[in-house]
């Protein structure tokens, strides 16, 4: 029975989980802007509390791997990659649409065809459609969005949009097989059933070479001159 710590910083959420043999028993998590580095760490250590464990019992860490945030995700995968190299314990990377696709489709009844959404910039966002078994249908990629957008596929299936950069595209997404949902956070909890299957097929990543998938190159917008 894997005991697999789980994070997810992507987006606005900070959140950690701990997971037990692909059930969720404990969980901490806040979703503000610019928490992730002062909030990680202490998240860490109250669900290992919560819990009653101790990080040497931890058998792998999962990490939310983007694409998302570049600060967050950089931040996210950092503390997984040094818990894996300070424990000697496996890192799994779990796509942070995949994992969106997953948790949504496992509250939706009939299944539906899911498009889970990221802001990034303006009217751009990161997003992925995937079928009702999850097969990626269209792979994940940076798209601004208009009314002719995904025009041929919602002509022949219903399509939930979801995710923090949906509800910025409601206005254009009118199609009536088009469903905007804006409840949805992301969660660390979303990762448990894609972490354990890739636990149980080995599917590891190299620790000391991971990188996030941060999808677009950072741009770093000049600083305001003060005179």
Avoid: W
């Avoid at 969005?145 to 002509?155: E, G, N, P």
């Avoid at 399509?159 to 949902?181: M, S, W, Y």
């Amino acid at each position: 029975m894997p005991l697999i710590l789980q994070i997810e910083t992507a987006t606005t959420s900070c959140s950690v989980t701990l997971a037990l043999d692909g059930e969720v028993v404990a969980l901490k998590e806040l979703t503000e802007r610019n928490i992730h580095a002062s909030h990680i760490t202490l998240f860490i250590e109250e669900v290992m509390a919560a819990a009653g464990k101790s990080l040497k019992e931890l058998d792998a860490v999962a990490v939310s791997m983007g694409p998302g945030s570049y600060t967050g995700l950089r931040i996210g995968v950092s503390t997984a990659k040094g818990l894996c190299y300070a424990l000697e314990i496996p890192l799994i990377a779990v796509n942070t649409l995949e994992a969106m696709a997953s948790a949504k489709a496992s509250q939706l009844n009939p299944p539906k065809f899911y498009c889970p959404m990221i802001d990034a910039r303006r009217m751009e966002v990161y997003l992925a459609v995937y079928d009702p078994d999850l097969n990626p249908i269209v792979p994940v990629q940076a798209k601004i969005i208009d009314a002719d957008s995904f025009s041929d596929l919602l002509k022949q299936h219903q399509i939930v949009f979801f995710g923090d950069g949906a509800e910025k595209c409601r206005e254009v997404l009118t199609h009536p097989n088009a469903e905007v949902i804006s409840s949805f956070e992301n969660s660390a909890a979303h990762l448990t059933a894609l972490a354990l299957k890739k636990y149980e097929s080995s599917a590891f990543e190299d620790v000391a070479y991971f990188e996030p998938f941060y999808l677009k190159d950072f741009i770093a917008l000049p600083k305001k001159s003060l005179i």
